[in-house]
């Protein structure tokens, strides 16, 4: 193995009570770009320590649009943007494209899948979220879920070719099976993503086939708790469930999937013939957590201090969907206004540590809740306030429009939705014979 790093005083550590070395910079190795990680390590931009930004993938995703994506409606270079070319004027910042794969506290060194060993002073660990089949990752290979561009690639041409299947198919039932579509998980992601599709399906191919028609396809969404969105107040829900239905959406509440194959789905012990499943139904956070050897909650994340430290490791910070953490009685949401209020925060800490002050506690500003549902649907809620609907839907648009990373991004997937919006149509639906294409 190949170590990387510094150099070290005779015990290895430095001066372990600063937790670094009087003689050279502090050493920061942020591993994961996204929101937590990209925030913490552009808030230290002005500060005097050395920067390691290790990722698995060239860049920052925003992916609250990623079912955008999945769905035609935008490329991918519209919602990432490089992460050398973001932090190229930030001169403390080395990017490093690797992925870690195990981390080793007492030593402070983190090993990467090529074998080599970087060292560190302080570590921030953000490395997200992975999809949870609960115990069943066998559904995985049928029933694909959405995290990466990788997935939305993916996903994106199984959606389309489905109707194209669908019209080359002479058997009804095989046909019925093609244009058989079910979202598994009522959370944001799954109610994206079918109302979307039932758009997608009766405006924007209606005319384009000649043995199909589009618009009969079956778009369902199956949510096993008692109602979608679960994070919204239950009026609102009310009305996402409505305006999904009012799409086309058959929405299906209090109901489990208990087997998935290449066939279809079962409900119970019912089984319905369908070509495409998609998983939106929970999430399992990075395993590198577990290298750690400290406290996890039921879903792998790293129950933190209240600065999001580590137990037992005050130089190791955990950021994102990685962090498990309470305030007021519930737990930080798994959203990217938390992740970059984490990231910002780690940063505070780490500088007060550097200088020998106490670290703060994180504290979670929530500025609102909001989910699209389709053409002019969505629902917002912020503090006092519940809006539905158009409003709701251009509050949504602009919100997210705002927060893209780069004048590029925002002015690109703005114009796109402009035409979307008076034509219905969705300009990435080129696939080719590569399914990650």
Do not use: C
């Amino acid at each position: 193995m190949n170590i990387k790093g510094t150099d070290m005083s005779e015990d290895g550590y430095g001066d372990m009570e600063t937790g670094y070395m009087a003689d050279r910079k502090h050493h920061l190795v942020v591993v994961g770009g996204g929101f937590a990680g990209l925030w913490a390590t552009r808030a230290l931009e002005a500060s005097d320590i050395r920067i390691t930004l290790i990722d698995r993938q060239n860049h920052h995703l925003f992916q609250p649009l990623l079912y955008q994506v999945a769905t035609a409606g935008l490329s991918a270079p519209d919602i990432a943007a490089p992460l050398r070319h973001i932090l190229r004027d930030q001169r403390n910042v080395e990017v490093r494209l690797g992925d870690v794969v195990q981390v080793l506290p007492q030593q402070h060194v983190v090993v990467l899948a090529d074998g080599d060993m970087l060292e560190y002073d302080s570590l921030v660990l953000a490395t997200g979220a992975a999809h949870a089949y609960f115990g069943n990752d066998h559904w995985a290979e049928h029933a694909p879920g959405l995290k990466t561009l990788d997935d939305a690639m993916y996903l994106r041409r199984k959606l389309l070719l489905a109707f194209e299947r669908a019209e080359a198919e002479s058997d009804p039932q095989a046909r019925e099976a093609s244009l058989n579509f079910a979202i598994v998980g009522g959370g944001p992601t799954g109610v994206e993503l079918a109302g979307t599709l039932a758009e997608i399906a009766r405006h924007t191919l209606k005319d384009e086939f000649r043995h199909i028609d589009p618009r009969k396809a079956k778009v369902r969404l199956i949510e096993a708790g008692p109602r979608v969105l679960p994070s919204f107040p239950s009026d609102l829900t009310d009305k996402a469930k409505r305006q999904l239905e009012k799409l086309g959406v058959e929405v299906l509440t209090g109901t489990a999937v208990t087997h998935i194959d290449e066939n279809g789905y079962t409900l119970g012990d019912v089984f319905v013939p369908a070509r495409t499943v998609v998983w939106a139904a929970g999430v399992a956070a990075s395993p590198l957590g577990r290298s750690l050897g400290v406290p996890l909650d039921r879903a792998g994340r790293v129950l933190v201090e209240p600065d999001l430290s580590v137990p037992g490791h005050p130089d190791i910070f955990i950021g994102g969907d990685l962090a498990s953490i309470q305030q007021d009685g519930r737990p930080v949401p798994g959203v990217a206004p938390a992740a970059k209020q984490m990231g910002k925060h780690i940063a505070r800490a780490a500088r007060a540590r550097l200088s020998g002050k106490t670290t703060p506690v994180f504290h979670y500003e929530d500025y609102g809740n909001l989910a699209t549902i389709g053409r002019m649907a969505a629902i917002v809620h912020v503090g006092r306030f519940k809006f539905s609907g158009l409003p709701a839907w251009w509050f949504w648009l602009a919100a997210h429009v705002y927060f893209l990373i780069g004048f590029r991004n925002r002015f690109v997937v703005l114009v796109n939705w402009v035409i979307a919006y008076w034509s219905y149509q969705r300009a990435a639906r080129i696939v080719t014979k590569r399914s990650t294409d």
